[in-house]
């Protein structure tokens, strides 16, 4: 464990903007009466974000709000590395120097921030940047990779990273993620697995509680922890309509008066397929019972689940919802056991 201190010249005192302030005790009482403290570390990087490095009059200010002793503070801010306790540049380069990343080539990421940037730990005035090498990122599989800002700029080379220097330098946008072509964390010469969709949708089946199966899965957690072996699934459903056919349904912008129904009372849908519908203006029962099978056809476009909305009866279960009425998945899901 390295030794962390307090940088020798400290600005006389700090104090949160009035935004920042109020998002500050807003995360206090997120807690119950008499443990306040719980609140530091999102306080801690709230004033290093505010001033861009933390200070010691911010840790007494963080202190005071939490009623804690700022020895208690300071002990906080000096364990986590993710707290920087002396100026950075605007541009901060964190390269991750632990076993994966090293065995992948950290070490030439450094020698490049060296070049392009100066020693370590110092700001380049010119740039307003520096750098610095931190333990593991968390990003293992697309090793090496250095966190610049709130971004991870991953699978790189010394002259990638170079080049993307170059690019902060004079202003450009820096796409983060990988940098070798790979999607995600997907293996560098592509998908190895799953890659078989007849064998996945027979395997998705086996779990569907259309099949007679004792102890085949509820269709509610299906819909919500199956998703991906849906989207195999729905290749299978019948054919869709032309693109000529599918017609955009009644759409809001945005949610009535009165605020929008609970959608994930519908089967099928869970918080990501809800957030999904409001991004298209659905809002209400009544919107999806009124759906044509030419409106189905524009959603199930925009929804990349293709099939469900059929499968799964939404409009059916709309028209009862819509009307004040209950479906059974409903009635399940407000007493909390779908």
Not at 45 to 65: D, F, K, N, Y
Not at 99 to 105: D, V
Not at 134 to 149: D, F, L, S
Not at 246 to 260: N, R, S
């Amino acid at each position: 464990m390295s030794v962390r201190r307090l940088h020798t010249e400290q600005p006389d005192s700090f104090a949160f903007t009035a935004e920042n302030l109020t998002w500050a005790e807003g995360q206090i009482r997120k807690y119950p009466q008499g443990r306040k403290s719980s609140a530091v570390i999102p306080l801690l990087w709230r004033a290093q974000e505010q001033h861009g490095w933390l200070t010691e009059p911010a840790i007494r200010t963080v202190a005071e709000m939490l009623d804690m002793a700022p020895i208690r503070v300071l002990e906080v801010a000096t364990f986590y590395t993710m707290y920087n306790l002396k100026p950075v540049g605007k541009h901060y380069v964190q390269v991750c120097g632990n076993i994966s990343c090293m065995l992948r080539g950290s070490d030439e990421l450094m020698q490049a921030c060296e070049r392009e940037i100066g020693p370590r730990d110092t700001i380049n005035e010119d740039l307003d940047m520096s750098w610095t090498e931190v333990e593991c990122a968390g990003a293992c599989t697309n090793a090496p990779v250095v966190a610049i800002g709130d971004d991870y700029i991953e699978d790189l080379t010394g002259e990638k990273l170079a080049e993307i220097i170059g690019k902060i330098a004079r202003g450009e946008a820096v796409k983060p993620g990988p940098q070798n072509g790979r999607h995600s964390s997907e293996p560098e010469g592509g998908a190895t697995s799953l890659l078989n969709e007849e064998a996945i949708f027979e395997a998705w089946k086996a779990f569907s509680p259309k099949m007679p199966n004792e102890k085949a899965a509820e269709p509610e957690l299906l819909a919500d922890k199956h998703e991906e072996l849906e989207l195999i699934a729905d290749a299978h459903d019948e054919p869709e309509l032309l693109e000529d056919d599918h017609v955009e349904p009644v759409l809001l912008a945005e949610a009535p008066e009165g605020g929008a129904d609970n959608l994930k009372l519908i089967k099928g849908v869970g918080p990501k397929l809800e957030g999904i519908l409001h991004e298209l203006g659905v809002y209400t029962f009544a919107q999806v019972a009124e759906w044509t099978p030419e409106n189905v056809a524009w959603v199930d476009g925009r929804l990349k689940f293709k099939g469900r909305i059929a499968r799964d009866g939404w409009i059916d279960q709309c028209k009862l919802l819509a009307s004040g009425q209950e479906t059974e998945f409903s009635k399940r899901t407000k007493k909390g056991d779908a």
